[in-house]
């Protein structure tokens, strides 16, 4: 592989990167079930007796019973470096597969197969959901 090519893998990786990191935002900035939760706490700590304030109370509970429900669920960290792997390798070896051409050209089958298992895995692990101890989903 010539230097030429690595050099321009790393700056096409580099600018999805930077371009990625303003979408990921400011963490504080963020609005959470959490902070939704305090607000209405604090709202309903205001407001008379009444029909209005069972209801407020009826709504902040169901919002405290979401927030229990979000706690349980998690990402697969394993499974999620594993999918990255599969797609990094798969990545790099359908590069080097086209720079050797000829009968190389037939890996590719191989390569991209590598590449959505990979894709899949990804997809299926960074969704957060009930898992068990070994990060299988539960439901």
């Known amino acids: 592989m010539s230097f030429d090519l690595v050099a321009q893998i790393v700056v096409g990786v580099l600018?999805?990167?930077?371009?990625?990191?303003?979408?990921?935002?400011?963490?504080?900035d963020r609005k959470t079930l959490q902070s939704d939760l305090r607000q209405d706490l604090d709202l309903l700590t205001r407001?008379?007796?009444?029909?209005?304030k069972r209801r407020f109370?009826?709504?902040?509970?169901?919002?405290?019973d979401e927030l229990e429900a979000a706690r349980d669920r998690r990402r697969d960290p394993f499974g999620i470096t594993l999918a990255?792997?599969?797609?990094?390798?798969?990545?790099?070896?359908?590069?080097?597969?086209?720079?050797?051409?000829?009968?190389?050209?037939?890996?590719?089958?191989?390569?991209?197969?590598?590449?959505?298992?990979?894709?899949?895995?990804?997809?299926?692990d960074m969704s957060k959901k009930k898992r068990d101890a070994k990060g299988r989903p539960v439901e």
Request: net charge negative.
């Open 57 to 64: 109370e009826q709504h902040a509970t169901r919002t405290m």
């Open 84 to 124: 990255i792997c599969f797609i990094a390798f798969s990545t790099l070896g359908g590069i080097w597969a086209i720079n050797a051409g000829g009968w190389w050209l037939w890996s590719l089958i191989l390569v991209a197969f590598a590449f959505t298992l990979g894709a899949g895995g990804l997809a299926q």
């Open 15 to 28: 600018g999805v990167l930077s371009a990625s990191v303003p979408l990921l935002g400011n963490r504080q």
């Open 47 to 52: 407001m008379p007796d009444g029909d209005l």
